[in-house]
């Protein structure tokens, strides 16, 4: 299903069920525009092992 026949079957719907539609989309877009954080400590824990266990191709790359 495309975008446009999405569009078109929600602008086909009643206008109760199009407000619930639109809603449901917002509630989504606060979700997904969240910021999310990495504990400091967990992330640097994290990059010392990939750049341990990956070394050698770090070596590479920076040639």
């Given at each position: 299903?495309?975008?446009?026949?999405?569009i078109t079957e929600i602008e086909s719907?009643?206008?109760?069920?199009?407000?619930?539609?639109?809603?449901?989309?917002?509630k989504q877009a606060e979700i997904s525009?969240?910021?999310?954080y990495a504990d400091y400590d967990e992330?640097?824990?994290?990059?010392?092992?990939?750049?341990?266990?990956?070394?050698?191709?770090?070596?590479?790359?920076?040639?």
């Open positions: 299903m495309t975008v446009r026949q999405i719907l009643p206008r109760e069920e199009q407000a619930e539609v639109w809603t449901h989309l917002q525009g969240q910021v999310r992330a640097m824990k994290v990059a010392d092992r990939i750049f341990t266990e990956r070394a050698e191709l770090f070596r590479k790359l920076a040639q």
